[in-house]
């Protein structure tokens, strides 16, 4: 078997938008599920139980980050694909994967050590059975995605989303606890390795004779090394605030944290992904092309995440419940931060693509200097502090992202400016204006308060972007509409 992979501009103009639709479309109703079943847990378990999960978690993720991903992602890119390939790239995952159950199985009593959490070790030694399940996972989504084929991957989330769903709920509802965050993910990546290789029609078995794939090998190398620096960069926080907080503060923490970063966490990297696969394509991506992305990106994001910003004070009794309302003073703060880190991880694709994955990887390696100082400064000023942290730091290395990554692409500065401008005033007039109206408010309940401010941002939003550029919503409209034909960027 090959797949070779001629496309041509019309063609792949109407698979950008059909993956995007699907990725995307179906992304919001499996987050619905999905979220549904978290905000229900999440009333249930206490700040101590998503404290210990989140001790947990720094040595997941960290390992996490060399689990061959990279390896399958360098197949997008490959002219022509073969069955042996395949096989090799399956053996491979499967080795590294193993190896990475075993270490974690091993080194849990020292995680558990530095957090002086005990019961750190038993989750830790139980969530090493998730990697043997990663492999049957990443081939799966490298060949889809080399297919351009985003329908059947959405159609497997949604049901991996109600598996997960109805574990968690029937744990919290039976008092598993902290269990529960454990139970959850185990189902979910379990069901969805059994999909994706059903929708692929992937190998299972594999081939340990690498002759040949050291150039897979090569890129997936460098692509882990970006992840690992990404580690550092993403959850030194956890790892110095789990020295600083105790477990209940630890939990308001990384809850807020969760709920900043729902936009940037769930709905860019299904962006990224259909956009490294549609760049990868073209192997000449323009600036244009990243401009598009980040115009329609921004588009969503900004008003999100200034309406976040206002509605705090009521949205987080409705959604959580009075005992989390430590988060409130967070969620201003941190949306600053995930509006930045929302454009600063849309570059990446746009450099992997264009063959040149060190940029990513540079780019990663001064974030893992700059943000864990970040954190280590505000670790002063305890939870508020780990927030300001996280807007300094992203400060920094969005900027430096422009410069470098942009570099490379050709980006102008002028014409990002020109891109962010319009959504960015529009989200502004509609936080004032729903800020003012909740100062104005009389006495209601909190749910009439959060539908009355949703419903008069969304008003205020929309209609101060078609005064300011009417163009945006055109271009939105558009993209949605059309049908293939290749459409010519907006001047910038």
């Known amino acids: ?67 061959g991903y990279g390896l399958a992602s360098a197949l997008i890119r490959e002219q022509e694909v073969t069955e042996e390939r395949l096989r090799q790239t399956l053996g491979m995952l499967v080795l590294l994967n193993g190896g990475l159950a075993l270490t974690q199985f091993l080194a849990a009593p020292l995680v558990a050590l530095w957090f002086d959490q005990p019961m750190v070790t038993d989750l830790l030694r139980v969530q090493s059975l998730l990697y043997l399940a990663v492999p049957f996972c990443a081939l799966p989504h490298a060949i889809l995605s080399r297919r351009m084929d985003f329908r059947r991957p959405a159609q497997v989330r949604l049901v991996v989303a109600i598996a997960g769903a109805s574990t968690a709920l029937t744990g919290a509802l039976s008092g598993w606890g902290v269990w529960t965050l454990v139970a959850a993910p185990m189902v979910m990546l379990l069901t969805e390795a059994i999909g994706m290789t059903w929708a692929a029609g992937a190998p299972i078995r594999p081939s340990f004779r690498f002759s040949g794939a050291g150039h897979i090998a ?60 549609a760049y990868s394509r073209q192997q000449d991506v323009a600036a244009s092309a990243l401009l598009a992305t980040i115009r329609l990106v921004t588009m969503v994001a900004l008003p999100a995440y200034a309406g976040l910003a206002v509605v705090a004070p009521v949205l987080v009794p409705v959604l959580l419940g009075d005992k989390w ?121 909190d749910i009439a308060a959060l539908a009355s401010a949703v419903l008069l941002g969304v008003g205020l939003y929309l209609g101060a972007l078609h005064l300011i550029a009417p163009d945006r919503m055109a271009e939105a409209l558009h993209f949605l509409r059309n049908r293939g034909e290749a459409e010519p960027a907006p001047a910038e």
């Open 218 to 277: 090569g890129f997936g190398g460098v692509m882990t090394a970006t992840q690992l620096f990404w580690f550092v960069q993403s959850q030194a926080d956890v790892m110095i605030a789990g020295r600083v907080l105790n477990a209940h503060d630890l939990g308001v923490y990384t809850t807020g944290l969760f709920l900043a970063q729902l936009l940037a966490a769930k709905f860019v990297p299904p962006i990224n992904e259909v956009a490294y696969a």
């Open 325 to 445: 309302s430590q988060i409130v003073p967070l969620l201003p703060i941190l949306s600053v931060a995930m509006a930045m880190m929302t454009l600063q991880i849309l570059f990446a694709p746009a450099t992997n693509a264009r063959g040149v994955p060190w940029a990513a990887l540079r780019i990663t390696m001064i974030g893992s200097v700059v943000m864990p100082s970040a954190y280590f400064i505000g670790s002063h000023w305890g939870v508020t502090g780990f927030a300001w942290g996280w807007v300094g730091g992203m400060a920094v290395l969005t900027c430096a992202t422009v410069i470098l990554s942009g570099g490379i692409i050709g980006l102008r500065i002028g014409n990002l400016a020109r891109a962010l401008a319009p959504p960015l005033a529009a989200a502004l007039v509609m936080a004032a204006g729903v800020a003012l109206m909740l100062r104005a408010l009389p006495a209601v309940p």
């Open 1 to 67: 078997m090959a797949e070779a992979d001629p496309i041509s501009k019309s063609s792949l103009a109407a698979q950008v938008r059909t993956a995007v639709i699907w990725r995307s479309g179906s992304q919001v109703l499996t987050q619905i599920v999905s979220w549904a079943s978290t905000l229900i847990v999440i009333r249930l378990l206490t700040p101590q139980d998503y404290g210990l999960f989140a001790m947990a978690q720094v040595m997941l993720m960290l390992l996490s980050t060399m689990n």
